[in-house]
């Protein structure tokens, strides 16, 4: 088996991209309304735009990978990003831009299909689960910068009477006026671009992909289907991306619209400590994995979450800034531990089941939306109050799940003080 320290940093600084495009959606949906004209709903369609090319894109990558290869796949899902990108930032429009997020979308869940048996492979079996997690703190380092590299910009930019580097000459020049927001998409579009000549570049080891990682036929598909708890899971999941984004996307035009606060520097750090303490959070998880039934944990970060919801929406500007974030730091253990017990209840097929639940991501593209329609109707507060049903349903696995396999915790014996894992 080839490792190969270059394939894992390559594999790392794929996950800052991928991170980087997909998390930038929240604090711009306040520029889009305004800059656009468009209600709460075609908002939101953004994120549909770019989480339903995302969700059906996961079962057909691996076909990809599979028949091409990581390497020419790889390549072909950053140019996907990078022309996506372009798209917007020569054309800056909402119709441009519901084309663009979805371009964007299909290409980061390639990416996402393809890196993870690389790193196993290039890392090694016996580091994956270190390597994993590291990944999963580079995703959310990039999650936490990509909104401060926003406000950066639009801050500068707005303001010709600052003393401008060069990169911001450039930006002034290629960005219109009135939508200086939109300069972060050449940043967006120059990355992925330069991802894929690093890809041209690069010598890959060969994988072999596990039956965890594989596809699977159809007949295991069809299987899967008539299993009742594949489609309590997959609504699980469906839930859960749906409060991950629709949190992470409305929370800056709520913050803007209740409390009056500017979305280019408060909301924008609103939005980029959710997803700061949502990587955070996975720390802290792991050690409550280690000491309490994942059931459990699961419970106490719903309940957690909804608290933090109800301070978000019905507290002072004051609370609501801290609040939102917190959701985030309570989300975070809730997609591992939704996986691990979604995987731990069926007896064969993973790979496919993982599939499965990777087109659950689907969630991150209609929730948005229903939070949008009903905000036209009941304002932001009223269609923020829907993240009450999809944080519910999430806290339901907790009490409905019985995977074969339970979390392995630590036991203290009161005996002989000894400890056993």
């Not at 950066?152 to 010709?160: A, E, M, Q, R, T």
């Not at 409390?259 to 802290?284: E, I, K, N, R």
Request: positive net charge; contains cysteine.
């Amino acid at each position: 088996m080839a490792r190969s320290r270059y394939a894992v940093s390559l594999v790392f600084l794929t996950f800052f991209v991928i991170s980087l495009l997909t998390n930038i959606l929240g604090p711009i949906v306040p520029d889009i309304i305004s800059s656009f004209h468009v209600s709460l709903t075609a908002a939101g369609f953004l994120a549909f735009a770019f989480f339903i090319a995302y969700g059906v894109m996961s079962i057909p990558a691996g076909f990809l990978v599979e028949r091409f290869t990581e390497k020419p796949v790889m390549a072909l899902a950053f140019l996907a990003g990078t022309l996506g990108s372009l798209s917007f930032a020569l054309f800056p429009g909402y119709h441009v831009a519901i084309i663009s997020y979805f371009t964007i979308g299909a290409g980061m869940a390639v990416l996402q299909v393809a890196i993870n048996p690389l790193l196993r492979v290039a890392g090694g079996e016996e580091h994956y689960a270190f390597n994993s997690t590291l990944a999963q703190l580079v995703f959310g380092s990039a999650s936490f910068i990509s909104p401060r590299i926003y406000s950066y910009l639009v801050l500068n930019l707005k303001d010709p009477s600052l003393d401008q580097n060069f990169l911001l000459r450039i930006l002034r020049r290629l960005t219109p006026a009135e939508l200086p927001w939109a300069s972060i998409y050449w940043i967006f579009a120059v990355s992925a671009l330069v991802m894929v000549v690093v890809l041209f570049f690069s010598k890959f080891p060969k994988v072999q992909h596990t039956e965890e990682e594989r596809v699977g036929s159809l007949d295991m598909y069809r299987t899967l289907a008539r299993q009742r708890v594949v489609w309590l899971y997959f609504a699980a999941m469906f839930a859960y991306v749906g409060c991950e984004q629709g949190t992470a996307d409305w929370a800056s035009s709520f913050l803007h619209q209740y409390h009056g606060l500017d979305p280019h520097t408060v909301g924008a750090a609103a939005v980029s400590w959710f997803w700061g303490l949502l990587t955070v959070g996975c720390l802290a998880g792991m050690l409550l994995l280690k000491i309490f039934d994942s059931r459990r944990v699961l419970i106490g970060a719903c309940v957690g979450a909804l608290l933090s919801l109800s301070a978000a929406l019905f507290g002072p500007a004051k609370v609501s800034i801290i609040a939102f974030p917190a959701i985030g730091l309570f989300a975070s253990v809730m997609w591992p531990i939704v996986v691990s017990l979604a995987l731990n209840s069926v007896v064969e097929f993973h790979g496919s089941f993982s599939g499965i639940l990777g087109t659950g991501i689907i969630g991150g593209a209609v929730v948005p939306v229903i939070i949008g329609r009903i905000g036209d109707y009941a304002g932001l507060r009223g269609g923020l109050s829907f993240l009450y049903v999809t944080f519910g349903f999430v806290l339901s696995v907790g009490l409905w799940a019985s995977p074969m396999i339970n979390n392995a915790t630590i036991r203290l014996k009161k005996t002989s003080g000894e400890v056993a894992i």
